[in-house]
């Protein structure tokens, strides 16, 4: 082939892969999703007092919330043992998780992030999931403005979420919403009798049952209001296995309000156009079970047995199947790392490891589904 031929061609093939690269840099910056500018008005709401709680807000919806502007230290022991290590961790200026004020121009795309006090301050600024999956997400090329916008909340179940979401989503209006269900206690508190129109999800989820079968109930937050101690710890995290051992076998109405609160979530999030991802995060007895017998001041050897610590994982695992709902199931994870007991603090929330460890595998699942979304 003569040179002359040889350079036009190898010209040619620059300039074309210049412009591809073009036509891809400005679909990019087309697919872009611009800023979503919020009201100022939601700085300034007034936040109605919860009794006994000053760390909580009234919530029209989910009952309560983290208030705005919080500030939190918590002393937190590792469950595998060790020197107790101070957190400090709390809120922004709109009730994120987060410090100082967030602003009102929220970049895209959003991923809006739910949970229970398995995620509310127990690691370090920058190392907790919100942040680690920011910074990751941002990594993949999905958008430099990438934003994870956290909404934990102690005392939260699976219906909390679905409710919490009415605000949040129609407020942030996010591409993706995850909802980080802890294994350990989230259905027990479906069982919660302070959530407005309580009664009313109750019959909406199973009209026959919830009229005819007392429902056991979870402490109340006086009971639960007391610091935090291993003990403490060891038999709430048992609560959920004596809570079940009430529902008879036989009665749907488990799987009825857990489908229920489900649906609440999916309904929200279908509504805004969103994605949606529910994440199973097990509990430190699902995964290292002697590490949190050995912290009880009360064995309570008859609520040891592994059968009723898998009815949450399988109630739960039926109602995602049964909608079609995109789930990642993190029990094996968990399982599969050499210390288990390393992944959690002893009052049962998640030590920094164990947000490394949501982080890594939540990242690829999230840019498939937002790519789904795209």
Same mark, same amino acid.
């Given at each position: ?11 040619? #093939? ?28 939601? !700085? ?5 007092? %919860? ?52 602003? !009102? ?23 907790? *999931?919100?942040?680690? @999956?920011?910074?990751? /997400? ?11 916008? #956290? ?22 209006? &996010?591409? /993706? ?26 019959? @909406? ?9 007392? %429902? ?53 999030? +279908? ?9 199973? %995060? ?8 002697? #590490? ?7 064995? *309570? ?6 059968? *009723?610590?898998?009815? &949450? ?16 199931? @993190? ?9 288990? +007991? $390393? ?6 929330? @998640?030590?920094? $490891? ?21």
């Amino acid at each position: 082939m003569p040179k002359t031929l040889l350079r036009l061609l190898t010209f040619a #093939a620059l300039l074309l892969g210049l412009g591809l690269a073009a036509l891809l840099w400005i679909r990019e910056r087309l697919r872009a999703p611009a800023p979503l500018q919020l009201d100022a008005a939601i !700085l300034s709401e007034p936040e109605r007092e %919860i009794p006994g709680r000053d760390d909580f807000a009234g919530d029209a919806y989910a009952g309560h919330r983290l208030r705005r502007d919080l500030e939190l230290r918590r002393e937190l022991v590792p469950l595998a043992g060790g020197p107790p290590s101070t957190v400090a961790g709390g809120t922004d200026d709109q009730g994120l998780l987060g410090s100082g004020s967030r602003g !009102l121009e929220i970049p895209g795309p959003r991923i809006l992030l739910l949970g229970d006090d398995l995620l509310t301050v127990s690691a370090p600024r920058g190392e907790d *999931l919100p942040s680690l @999956l920011q910074a990751a /997400l941002r990594e993949t090329g999905i958008g430099e403005g990438t934003t994870v916008l #956290a909404a934990p909340c102690d005392e939260y179940g699976l219906l909390h979420y679905g409710l919490r979401a009415h605000t949040l989503v129609e407020r942030y209006q &996010p591409d /993706l919403v995850v909802l980080c269900v802890h294994l350990g206690d989230d259905l027990a508190a479906l069982a919660d009798p302070r959530l407005p129109h309580y009664d009313q999800h109750m019959r @909406l989820a199973s009209p026959d049952a919830a009229a005819e079968v007392p %429902i056991p109930l979870r402490p109340t937050w006086q009971q639960a209001r007391a610091p935090a101690a291993p003990q403490g710890f060891a038999r709430r995290l048992l609560t959920q296995p004596a809570w079940l051992r009430m529902v008879p076998d036989g009665l749907p109405w488990l799987d009825d309000v857990t489908t229920m609160a489900l649906s609440v979530a999916e309904a929200h999030t +279908a509504a805004a156009r969103a994605g949606l991802l529910v994440v199973l %995060i097990p509990s430190a007895f699902d995964v290292a079970p002697d #590490a949190v017998v050995a912290v009880a001041a009360d064995p *309570l050897d008859e609520l040891r047995d592994p059968a *009723l610590h898998e009815r &949450p994982h399988a109630i739960l695992l039926r109602a995602l199947r049964d909608r079609g709902l995109a789930y990642l199931d @993190l029990r094996d994870d968990f399982a599969e790392v050499d210390a288990p +007991a $390393s992944l959690y603090w002893s009052d049962g929330r @998640l030590a920094p $490891s164990g947000h490394r460890l949501v982080s890594r595998e939540l990242v690829p699942r999230v840019v498939r589904r937002l790519r789904a979304f795209d």
